[in-house]
């Protein structure tokens, strides 16, 4: 990790997306796309990992966004959520939540407990750019807070 953090300069960290799937091939696919279209990404294999990365991290290197695959073993998407929006360090950073199985239930609980946005887990590279499209939205019109 500190060989990847040292090429995350400061000015890279607004676009810097932390990825957080069980699912090799998705988080491949996720973290290519992201970063052929600009983004720092980091990939990882759980919740329990994006958890006690972002405990690690020094508040100038936070991501500007968390993406997490709401089904992962372990310690799934929403219980990643309610321990970033508990916690005073890291309530700021925007989290997207996404699922094979995503309904307006789930969809409605997750963005009650704090997720900025919620989507169908994406497969295509439309539904991928679309994603970006609204990362890019939602980055263009956020401030930047890094207790």
Do not use: W
């Amino acid at each position: 990790m500190k060989n990847y953090l040292a090429g995350l300069r400061k000015e890279a960290v607004e676009k810097f997306i932390l990825i957080a799937d069980d699912d090799e091939d998705d988080r491949f696919l996720m973290n290519d796309f992201f970063s052929k279209n600009g983004y720092k990404c980091m990939s990882l294999p759980s919740g329990t990992a994006a958890i006690h990365v972002l405990q690690l991290l020094s508040p100038n290197l936070y991501p500007a966004v968390i993406l997490l695959d709401y089904y992962m073993p372990t310690i799934n998407g929403e219980e990643v959520l309610t321990f970033l929006k508990k916690s005073e360090r890291l309530k700021h950073i925007p989290v997207v939540i996404y699922s094979t199985e995503m309904n307006e239930l789930l969809r409605r609980r997750l963005q009650t407990l704090g997720a900025t946005e919620c989507f169908s887990k994406v497969v295509q590279i439309n539904q991928l750019n679309n994603l970006k499209d609204k990362i890019e939205k939602l980055l263009s019109t956020r401030r930047f807070v890094h207790s």
